[in-house]
């Protein structure tokens, strides 16, 4: 199977930035999606962007919540993905997922990804 581990996630305070990272091991097929979302509390799983690779480059999507905010980038010889979140709000404060999706397109729903890492808590305080 292939193990997602997930760090970067802290406390901090509105109009500031993090990074996350999300490290992949175990059985990578370079035709993969990666992505991220979130949940918070009482909330349902959401899309937050996500990367796929192909032989004429990357292809990003993103939540239209996160567009001008955040961005998703991967390192594949690393076999990690990054997201850079900047100008967070409040309304970011979630425990974010990273995910991986065995298949030719890059997809937006939470049940399209196949593994789950354990979760990073992001929290802005305002």
């Known amino acids: 199977q292939v193990q997602l581990v997930e760090s970067g996630g802290g406390l901090v305070q509105a109009g500031g930035s993090l990074r996350l990272s999300c490290a992949a091991s175990g059985r990578i097929l370079s035709s993969l999606a990666m992505g991220w979302f979130r949940q918070a509390p009482g909330r349902e799983r959401e899309f937050v962007a996500a990367i796929m690779w192909t032989w004429s480059g990357s292809i990003t999507r993103a939540a239209d919540s996160v567009k001008g905010r955040f961005t998703i980038s991967r390192d594949n010889a690393k076999n990690t993905v990054y997201l850079r979140m900047n100008n967070l709000k409040s309304e970011d404060t979630a425990v974010y997922y990273c995910?991986?999706?065995?298949?030719?397109?890059?997809?937006?729903?939470?049940?399209?990804?196949?593994?789950w890492g354990q979760g990073t808590q992001v929290t802005v305080s305002s």
């Open positions: 995910a991986v999706r065995f298949a030719e397109n890059i997809a937006t729903m939470p049940n399209e990804y196949d593994y």
